[in-house]
């Protein structure tokens, strides 16, 4: 169903109270996590409260999309094929352009070493990924903006 607000703005009702057709003004979330099945939970809740998600399956095409768009946080895996996300954190925190993205770290691992080399390079936060919901995830994003 589609009903125009008093704001003019078109808005899509989807069950819940509802989310902008238009993707022009909302901040661009890159998630970069390997698992399809996974990577859409996340797109689907982070596309529900209103910001432009793009996917990468892996670190190349998390580069790729980088230099093509303009992305206002990133959501990053550890273990991914190729680079660990870790090493792909550190190559982002020492490139002048992308420096300043902020970066949360959601894996399901949880060794104190990763941990503390992640929040050193810079993370703003580590989630479990057996801890928190995507909505969750989606309440995170939203507060480290």
Same mark, same amino acid.
């Given at each position: 169903?589609?009903? =125009?607000?008093?704001?003019? @703005?078109?808005?899509?009702?989807?069950? #819940?109270?509802?989310?902008?057709? *238009?993707?022009?003004?909302?901040? @661009?979330?890159?998630?970069?996590?390997?698992? !399809?099945?996974? #990577?859409?939970?996340?797109?689907?809740?982070?596309?529900?409260?209103?910001?432009? =998600?793009?996917?990468?399956?892996?670190?190349?095409?998390? #580069?790729?999309?980088?230099?093509?768009?303009?992305?206002?946080?990133?959501?990053?895996?550890?273990?991914?094929? *190729?680079? #660990? *996300?870790?090493?792909?954190?550190?190559?982002? %925190?020492?490139?002048?352009?992308?420096?300043?993205?902020? =970066?949360?770290?959601?894996?399901?691992? *949880?060794?104190?070493?990763? =941990?503390?080399?992640?929040? &050193?390079?810079? &993370?703003?936060?580590?989630?479990?990924?057996?801890?928190?919901?995507? %909505?969750?995830?989606?309440?995170?994003?939203?507060?480290? !903006?």
């Amino acid at each position: 169903m589609i009903e =125009v607000d008093s704001g003019a @703005r078109m808005v899509l009702m989807i069950g #819940r109270e509802g989310t902008d057709i *238009g993707n022009d003004h909302k901040k @661009r979330v890159l998630i970069v996590e390997d698992d !399809f099945y996974i #990577r859409s939970l996340y797109t689907l809740e982070l596309e529900y409260t209103d910001f432009k =998600v793009l996917e990468a399956d892996d670190t190349s095409q998390a #580069r790729n999309i980088l230099a093509s768009e303009e992305i206002d946080f990133i959501i990053l895996d550890v273990m991914l094929p *190729g680079e #660990r *996300g870790s090493d792909f954190l550190e190559w982002l %925190k020492n490139q002048e352009a992308y420096k300043n993205i902020p =970066v949360i770290m959601l894996t399901n691992v *949880g060794e104190e070493e990763t =941990v503390k080399k992640c929040l &050193a390079l810079g &993370a703003k936060s580590y989630l479990l990924k057996s801890h928190v919901s995507p %909505k969750e995830v989606a309440e995170k994003v939203i507060e480290l !903006f």
